[in-house]
């Protein structure tokens, strides 16, 4: 109790002996609005620790310039999970499945996987290059940041900003995915006519209390930065913070908790009426990248193809499926796997699901029961990265057959003239 300073944020001396740290998040000069910074109240100032040096952590890309451009449309069965002896930390498991731009000229992003089954002991990871979502598949992540603890589970995700130090802890096997923005940060959309409620809840988004620990043991503290790693040495812990306050701080939030918007009369309504977050870019309306969700929920429209339609978009579109069967792709796209859609490659429901999808009978019903699929869109050209083309071993060859079967359903009744005659 007290160790928070009432009155301002850097008194000549903080309670306890404690020091004062401002981070932030955005420049100083941002409009109040946008502006991110916390103040941190820590028993000894991160700048304590020996020189960084630099290390190799081979799976996590951030250069693009040399990896080669596949316009198909590209499907992942599950990445494989280490398994023992292997003991394999978050950050050792890190593997890259596509990307663009550039870390060092903040202006860019990156899609990855995480595959582990080991907790991080006595070390701690920051990214320098930017905020990570992390969409967690299999397994709990026990996660120690600066600011405090989180618990989180499948079905939730975190968002971890840019710089702020964190060390995850596993039980076993785990396994999910996330996104790196290289410039910006994750925010609510806009609702627009929607209305002051829907989608998700900015009272939903839970932030870790000050949790610290008065160590001083070694530890490791490995930095991403410029799409380089390093380490450097402390003789104390990094999670020393007694208090804190301020806007710029780690959050999860449970996916079960949004509010679904659809349409409850006809036609099928764009993918972006289900946005849980989106990293905007300058230009209105275009995201750097948009976190979607396909939850469970009533479709009721009439004479209506209610599955996703067929599709070539401007944006970039990687999925995943947490649990359950993604309805326009039953089968084929499983839990732990993905698929990446790219800029102006035809995409849509396959064949089997086209064909029962536009003669069945249309009553009101729940879809997507027991299921969480997810999308990472973005307006920038991925490429997928050698790892995820090859070297995993998981990518499906036989991908464009889930098309094949769509053939020409044109009929033109007899005594309608046909204008290529």
Same mark, same amino acid.
């Given at each position: +109790?007290?160790?928070?300073?009432?009155? !301002?944020?850097?008194?000549?001396?903080?309670?306890?002996?404690?020091?004062?740290?401002?981070?932030?998040?955005?420049?100083?000069?941002? #409009?109040?609005?946008?502006?991110?910074?916390?103040?941190?109240?820590?028993?000894?100032?991160?700048?304590?620790?020996?020189?960084?040096?630099?290390?190799?952590?081979?799976?996590?890309?951030?250069?693009?310039?040399?990896?080669?451009? @596949?316009?198909?449309?590209?499907?992942?069965?599950?990445?494989?999970?280490?398994?023992?002896?292997?003991?394999?930390?978050?950050?050792?498991?890190? =593997?890259?499945?596509?990307?663009?731009?550039?870390?060092?000229?903040?202006?860019?992003?990156?899609?990855?996987?995480?595959?582990?089954?080991?907790?991080?002991?006595?070390?701690?990871?920051?990214?320098?290059?930017? @905020?990570? !979502?992390?969409?967690?598949?299999?397994?709990?992540?026990?996660?120690?940041?600066?600011?405090?603890?989180?618990?989180?589970?499948?079905?939730?995700?975190?968002?971890?900003?840019?710089?702020?130090?964190?060390?995850?802890?596993?039980?076993?096997?785990?396994?999910?995915?996330?996104?790196?923005?290289?410039?910006?940060?994750?925010?609510?959309?806009?609702?627009?006519?929607?209305?002051?409620?829907?989608?998700?809840?900015?009272?939903?988004?839970?932030?870790?209390?000050?949790?610290?620990?008065?160590?001083?043991?070694?530890?490791?503290?490995?930095?991403?930065?410029?799409?380089?790693?390093?380490?450097?040495?402390? #003789?104390?812990?990094?999670?020393?913070?007694?208090?804190?306050?301020?806007?710029?701080?780690?959050?999860?939030?449970?996916?079960?908790?949004?509010?679904?918007?659809?349409?409850?009369?006809? @036609?099928?309504?764009?993918?972006?009426?289900?946005?849980?977050?989106?990293?905007?870019?300058?230009? +209105?309306?275009?995201?750097?990248?948009?976190?979607?969700?396909?939850? +469970?929920?009533?479709?009721?429209?009439? =004479?209506?193809?209610?599955?996703?339609?067929?599709?070539?978009?401007?944006?970039?579109?990687?999925?995943?499926?947490?649990?359950?069967?993604?309805?326009?792709?039953?089968?084929?796209?499983? +839990?732990?796997?993905?698929?990446?859609?790219?800029?102006?490659?035809?995409?849509?429901?396959?064949?089997?699901?086209?064909?029962?999808?536009?003669?069945?009978?249309?009553?009101?019903?729940?879809?997507?029961?027991?299921?969480?699929?997810?999308?990472?869109?973005?307006?920038? =050209?991925?490429?997928?990265?050698?790892?995820? !083309?090859?070297?995993?071993?998981?990518?499906?060859?036989?991908?464009?057959? #889930?098309?094949?079967?769509?053939?020409?359903?044109?009929?033109?009744?007899?005594?309608?003239?046909?204008?290529?005659?």
């Amino acid at each position: +109790p007290g160790a928070l300073p009432t009155d !301002l944020n850097s008194p000549q001396q903080c309670p306890y002996g404690l020091y004062a740290e401002q981070l932030s998040g955005t420049a100083f000069t941002v #409009a109040r609005d946008g502006n991110q910074r916390s103040w941190l109240y820590r028993i000894q100032p991160p700048v304590v620790h020996r020189p960084f040096t630099k290390i190799d952590i081979n799976g996590w890309m951030s250069d693009f310039s040399a990896v080669e451009p @596949d316009p198909n449309q590209l499907r992942w069965s599950p990445f494989d999970i280490p398994q023992a002896p292997a003991s394999v930390d978050f950050v050792e498991g890190i =593997h890259t499945v596509a990307g663009a731009g550039s870390p060092v000229t903040r202006s860019g992003l990156a899609v990855h996987v995480y595959c582990c089954n080991a907790s991080m002991k006595n070390k701690a990871f920051y990214n320098a290059d930017g @905020d990570i !979502l992390v969409v967690p598949q299999t397994g709990t992540l026990h996660i120690t940041t600066e600011m405090g603890k989180l618990d989180v589970d499948p079905n939730e995700i975190v968002v971890l900003p840019r710089g702020i130090r964190f060390s995850v802890a596993v039980d076993g096997p785990t396994r999910g995915y996330f996104v790196e923005v290289y410039n910006g940060h994750f925010t609510l959309p806009n609702l627009g006519p929607i209305g002051a409620n829907g989608l998700a809840s900015a009272r939903h988004f839970q932030y870790p209390v000050a949790w610290y620990e008065d160590s001083t043991e070694d530890y490791a503290i490995v930095s991403k930065f410029q799409g380089r790693f390093f380490v450097s040495q402390q #003789a104390h812990s990094p999670f020393d913070v007694v208090a804190w306050h301020g806007n710029y701080a780690p959050c999860k939030y449970n996916l079960a908790l949004y509010t679904v918007v659809n349409s409850t009369s006809f @036609d099928h309504l764009d993918p972006s009426i289900f946005t849980v977050l989106t990293c905007p870019t300058t230009e +209105p309306g275009v995201a750097l990248c948009d976190f979607v969700i396909f939850p +469970p929920r009533w479709a009721v429209q009439e =004479h209506t193809f209610r599955p996703p339609y067929f599709h070539r978009n401007c944006m970039s579109e990687f999925m995943g499926l947490i649990l359950g069967e993604y309805e326009a792709k039953k089968g084929g796209f499983l +839990p732990g796997g993905g698929s990446l859609h790219s800029i102006m490659t035809p995409h849509g429901p396959d064949s089997k699901c086209f064909e029962a999808e536009s003669t069945r009978k249309l009553v009101p019903e729940r879809v997507a029961e027991g299921t969480q699929a997810f999308m990472f869109e973005t307006c920038l =050209h991925l490429k997928a990265t050698p790892w995820a !083309l090859r070297e995993c071993g998981k990518l499906q060859a036989d991908y464009f057959e #889930a098309w094949q079967g769509l053939a020409s359903r044109f009929s033109v009744p007899a005594g309608v003239k046909r204008n290529d005659e």
